[in-house]
């Protein structure tokens, strides 16, 4: 990674360098190196294990690095629980979103941390706030629902995802981490998603999205970061890689060659007796 000498730059909200994570023996990540800042989006891309959830977990908190650096704001950290991160602004939306699906969009808005009225035995719900504040904040989004009284079961998977978006940034999260958002979707609400992640940099968000969708993953990015079996296989500025180059090198396209010449080989008759072989003697 590149230092960062001139004083008047800021920093990226968060970077990594040489990054990696140790079970035992086994290295899950290594040399992992990139960088997310404001108003950014950096796609983390991967197949099947990848490194991509062991990446996750140590940006969120949930585990800590065992080699090279995790920096927030230019200092060193090291991330000892989720708090640590959301102290600092990183907030994580997983897949399966944890949501409660016959309660009101508002009331997941403002799970766990709800707003009250009043003290001691008075004290309420803030009922009408909350509401106000959702449909505020989903507006402020673009997201445009017609009742925040609606259980969020109710609503598209692209919208839940959108929801927990604007819910991030509203309690305070300067970098929002997608764990493989668009990839239960269809083709329509994959967009909406994007199209608020693209929304959520705008707003001067940094926006680290994990997918495995190359072409999701161009449509947003501005960094891309390419993992294969725990390690990099490069981090690239969207100007210094094409979606076909980023596509071979996703999968393997030596691999895939080497593949399609042993399965032409394999099609080929062996045996002699076979009747498709040349020197069978029906041919002769």
């Not at 999701?216 to 981090?235: C, P, Q």
Request: hydrophobic share 40%; net charge negative; with cysteine.
């Amino acid at each position: 990674m590149m230092a960062h000498d001139d004083a008047s730059v800021a920093p990226p909200i968060l970077e990594v360098r040489d990054l990696g994570k140790s079970y035992g023996a086994f290295r899950a990540l290594h040399g992992v190196s990139t960088s997310v800042g404001a108003g950014e989006v950096l796609c983390v891309l991967g197949d099947n294990g990848a490194g991509k959830s062991t990446f996750i977990k140590i940006l969120s908190g949930a585990h800590r690095h065992s080699e090279g650096e995790l920096l927030a704001n230019g200092v060193p950290r090291s991330f000892t629980s989720p708090r640590d991160a959301l102290d600092l602004g990183i907030a994580t939306v997983y897949q399966d979103l944890a949501v409660v699906p016959l309660m009101p969009v508002w009331r997941n808005f403002f799970l766990g941390a709800e707003l009250t009225r009043g003290v001691g035995p008075f004290r309420r719900l803030a009922v009408q706030d909350m509401r106000a504040i959702t449909q505020q904040q989903l507006a402020t989004m673009g997201i445009d629902l017609a009742d925040v009284d609606q259980p969020i079961g109710t609503l598209s998977g692209g919208e839940r995802q959108s929801v927990a978006i604007a819910r991030a940034i509203y309690f305070g999260a300067k970098v929002v981490i997608l764990d493989e958002p668009t990839s239960s979707l269809g083709v329509k609400q994959a967009g909406v998603v994007l199209k608020y992640i693209a929304h959520a940099r705008d707003r001067g968000l940094g926006v680290v999205f994990i997918t495995h969708n190359p072409h999701h993953a161009y449509l947003v990015a501005d960094r891309f970061l390419l993992l294969k079996r725990g390690a990099s296989l490069g981090n690239f500025a969207r100007r210094e890689i094409t979606i076909d180059e980023m596509t071979r090198l996703m999968a393997g396209g030596a691999e895939l060659e080497a593949l399609a010449h042993e399965m032409e080989r394999a099609e080929q008759p062996q045996h002699p007796e076979h009747p498709d072989h040349p020197e069978h003697p029906r041919r002769a």
